[in-house]
Nanobody, 122 residues
Framework: QVRVVESGGELVQPGGSLHLSCEAS????????MAWFRQAPGKHREFVASVDMSGRTNYRDVLKGRFVISRDSARNAVYLRMNALTPGDAATYSCKVGARSGHNPSLVVDYWGQGTQVTVAS
């Protein structure tokens, strides 16, 4: 079993910054990718950013330059630095971990956390 836990979401004023964290634990043999998604009330979940284990990153186009994803392989962790936040960034941010487990090393399974709430308001 693999557990994914996000943290760092809170209320922030427009223009402010936040640093989100996500850590995976459990029966992990190898993590292939780690990604952030977000979902605002009444909207579909959308991709934010991802990083693979070679360090290659990918971003939602409109977030490039404002959001930065990084990883700590030793901790099985991924982070999201969000700058110049606007009310449009308010959402539940969830982490997805694509990993191979010791139980089934031939298969990459996506594991999701419960999410962390980001609120942007003055």
């Amino acid at each position: 079993q693999v557990r994914v836990v996000e943290s760092g979401g809170e209320l922030v004023q427009p223009g402010g910054s936040l640093h989100l964290s996500c850590e995976a634990s459990g029966d992990i043999l190898r993590i292939e990718t780690m990604a952030w998604f977000r979902q605002a009330p009444g909207k579909h979940r959308e991709f934010v950013a991802s990083v693979d284990m070679s360090g290659r990153t990918n971003y939602r186009d409109v977030l490039k330059g404002r959001f930065v994803i990084s990883r700590d392989s030793a901790r099985n962790a991924v982070y999201l630095r969000m700058n110049a936040l606007t009310p449009g960034d308010a959402a539940t941010y969830s982490c997805k971990v694509g990993a191979r487990s010791g139980h089934n090393p031939s298969l990459v399974v996506d594991y999701w956390g419960q999410g962390t709430q980001v609120t942007v308001a003055s």
